[in-house]
């Protein structure tokens, strides 16, 4: 009995939706009771498999039927139970949740259910692992740039608020080595000039400059209607006018975290900003304007609606504080506030950079992650791990971000000095000492993080990074494997690795890289890497074509000593031609002197200045033709695109091993099994040939093709030439 009344209970937990609106649960169409009542035990025995089963057979009977309110309340109930469950969540199908969350998301906006509405769009906006691979690229021309002042063409600088004890800078060394340095001025109480003693140490040129034009922190609205009504212009001037005279660029963010306060009308706050920024503009126009909201507004708010308009806004910023420990009880309110265990910073970033990220340079005019909380215990591992991401995670997924300021204070509850903890600030050092895409000098930095797939060009090494977060998991872990064999990387965000190409053989490679967070959830991401021949990596299948295997490595060092023309690199098991062929000898010889061909024919009383034959005008063919490397055919004919045979081929190799001053071979000559078949001019130079050894291989510059057979008249590929004329390089 007592289960019975359990079930009835759970059943008409399921029914108080149904009278929503003017329509009565009757309106429900036929049928739909037996599904109902499926789900509902479902339910109460508490089988996942079968409230999913259940819940799907239930919202498959209602998607037969036109939309109504009675029908969207008992699809809610079924996308709510999933969504406050964790169901999908918890079993790493953070797809599935997201879909969930849209559905409840539009059963919540028919119903009416505005705070369902907020708490759905802050859970969906912190359940997308955002999965992703970058690479560091030097190649910087699709980096955002938009060109407001201060701004680096590329990187991020970075810096700390200035923290002081009276007159004593306590982080001025640290903030000597970087690229911003950031200070408070109240609008209502004090000007910038006020503390013209202290920012002058930092007006060097090498900093930017950020100042925070503060409004009354517990009521900014009136310091807004101070500003609006002109009661402040005098210090509001005066504050200008020392901005205005500073070398250094200086970024002037109005009345920052505007969005916290729920009873501060945007309207009054927009036109107290514009009043500033109008001063400015005609008062100090070298400031650059920052609107800066706090990343997460006041339940229900948009920070949006605070946006003063492109005209007077050079630069976004926000506010990012970590705060990882949750709020007991109230996880909708974790969510939207990041806290707990949706304390991420890339999580907590994105609002504003899709919101505004597309026009205006992003900056992050403060942030930390408290170690030290009066109010709570706090882990600083945590706060550490924060911490590491904000400076070496943050810039990577959003190249938006041009300027990160961290409070380098304590407020008044909350500790966030980086000298106060060990653990924190190493974190700190580690991350910026390692991230080479933040700035070190205000020019920019070199390289900058691209996502894998939007990498463009050969590069030497791989330099990989990666990023993703599930809120439900137990811990992400990355791993790259290479061929099917693991890489070092590292263990944490944004777990680095580093491909170089001289460790790999040329041709294609597979690149996987392995997401897992302990709890379900895994994403794999596939990728194809090339390794060319002038021994530089490239993403993906390439154009250029591959020779042999035998012959790869050996091509390779010919690319890579400029013994082969990128002409020459295709086409590799096709016949050379007599023309190639002297351009490849000449380019041996000017390698091996380190002389122009012509300087050096002038040296020895020779000429290539005429026109030896009539279907040819190549100069490589007449520098061979002077040097006695080849001949022509009679009656000034060359024939440049006939082939070569073999033994012409040893020919005209030794006789330019003669030319580079070799007289005689140094190694041991080869006997061939097929001699007999030689042309009685070929003998001696196939014996001389098959005689000269590559002093770093080893291996003859031309030896026999199997069956101890030199195969006299067989053709001469092209990428036989091109191994022949490494070994004849090396030779010497």
């Not at 309340?73 to 199908?93: A, K, P, Q, T, W």
């Not at 890289?513 to 994403?523: L, M, N, P, T």
């Not at 007599?578 to 490849?584: I, Q, Y």
């Not at 005689?691 to 053709?715: L, P, Y």
Request: proline share 3%; aromatic share 10%.
């Amino acid at each position: 009995m007592k289960k019975k009344v359990r079930f009835i209970a759970a059943l008409l937990s399921i029914m108080f939706l149904l009278s929503v609106g003017s329509v009565c649960s009757a309106a429900l169409p036929n049928g739909y009771w037996p599904y109902l009542q499926s789900y509902a035990a479902a339910k109460e025995e508490g089988d996942i498999s079968e409230i999913l089963r259940t819940g799907d057979a239930l919202l498959d009977f209602l998607s037969a039927y036109p939309i109504d309110n009675d029908i969207a309340g008992l699809s809610y109930n079924v996308y709510y139970d999933r969504y406050i469950r964790h169901i999908y969540e918890e079993s790493g199908d953070y797809a599935a949740a997201l879909e969930n969350l849209t559905k409840l998301r539009a059963m919540a906006e028919r119903l009416g259910f505005a705070d369902m509405v907020t708490t759905v769009d802050s859970r969906i906006a912190k359940l997308d692992p955002m999965t992703e691979v970058y690479a560091l690229t030097g190649n910087t021309a699709q980096y955002p740039y938009y060109g407001a002042p201060g701004e680096p063409r590329t990187g991020t600088v970075y810096g700390r608020v200035i923290n002081i004890d009276g007159t004593q800078i306590n982080n001025g060394i640290a903030l000597d080595g970087e690229t911003i340095v950031s200070f408070y001025v109240e609008v209502e109480k004090e000007s910038a000039a006020d503390y013209a003693w202290l920012i002058d140490r930092f007006d060097d040129g090498r900093h930017m400059i950020h100042i925070g034009f503060n409004f009354n922190e517990t009521d900014p609205a009136s310091t807004a209607n101070a500003v609006v009504s002109g009661a402040l212009d005098a210090r509001i001037s005066a504050t200008l006018s020392y901005a205005a005279s500073l070398k250094s660029q200086v970024l002037l963010r109005i009345g920052g975290e505007m969005n916290l306060f729920e009873t501060f009308d945007p309207g009054l706050y927009k036109n107290a900003y514009v009043h500033i920024a109008q001063m400015a503009r005609r008062e100090a126009p070298n400031v650059a304007l920052v609107f800066s909201p706090n990343y997460a507004s006041f339940w229900g708010g948009h920070m949006a609606d605070y946006y003063p308009g492109d005209e007077y806004v050079d630069w976004v910023g926000m506010s990012l504080y970590m705060n990882t420990q949750a709020q007991s009880g109230d996880e909708a309110q974790d969510a939207f506030f990041g806290r707990g265990r949706f304390c991420d910073c890339v999580l907590s970033a994105k609002e504003v950079v899709e919101t505004f990220g597309g026009k205006k340079p992003i900056i992050v005019t403060e942030c930390g992650a408290a170690y030290g909380n009066r109010n709570s215990a706090v882990s600083p591992a945590r706060s550490a791990e924060q911490v590491s991401k904000l400076y070496s995670v943050l810039n990577m997924v959003y190249p938006q971000i041009k300027a990160i300021i961290y409070f380098d204070t304590d407020s008044g509850v909350c500790q966030y000095t980086l000298a106060g903890n060990s653990t924190v600030q190493s974190a700190y050092s580690r991350a910026i000492s390692r991230n080479v895409s933040l700035a070190r000098s205000l020019s920019g930095s070199e390289k900058v993080y691209t996502k894998l797939t939007a990498l463009t060009g050969p590069v030497e090494k791989l330099e990989l990074a990666a990023y993703s977060c599930t809120v439900y998991g137990s811990g992400m872990t990355v791993r790259y494997y290479l061929d099917g064999a693991e890489m070092t990387a590292d263990g944490t965000p944004p777990y680095y690795c580093t491909i170089s190409a001289d460790r790999l053989s040329f041709g294609g490679h597979t690149l996987k890289v392995v997401f897992s967070d302990g709890a379900g959830y895994r994403a794999e991401r596939d990728y194809t890497l090339t390794r060319l021949l002038d021994g530089k990596l490239t993403l993906g299948g390439t154009a250029e074509e591959q020779p042999a295997a035998w012959a790869a490595e050996e091509i390779a060092a010919a690319v890579g000593l400029g013994l082969l023309p990128e002409k020459f690199r295709s086409s590799y098991e096709t016949n050379i031609t007599r023309a190639d062929f002297c351009e490849l000898v000449v380019t041996l010889i000017e390698a091996r002197t380190g002389r122009k061909i012509d300087a050096l024919l002038q040296e020895r009383g020779l000429s290539a200045a005429g026109r030896p034959f009539s279907d040819t005008s190549s100069a490589s063919v007449s520098a061979a033709y002077v040097l006695g490397i080849v001949n022509g055919r009679g009656n000034g004919i060359f024939d440049p695109a006939a082939e070569i045979s073999r033994q012409e081929a040893a020919k005209m190799l030794a006789v330019t091993a003669g030319v580079l001053g070799m007289n005689s071979p140094n190694g041991t000559s080869m006997t061939f099994a097929d001699s007999g078949e030689f042309a009685q001019w070929a003998g001696e130079y196939i014996d001389f040939i098959s005689g000269v050894r590559d002093n770093q291989s080893g291996k003859a510059v031309m030896g026999g093709v199997g069956d101890n057979r030199f195969s006299c008249t067989g053709k001469y590929t092209r990428q036989q030439a091109y191994v022949t004329m490494l070994r004849l390089f090396r030779a010497f």
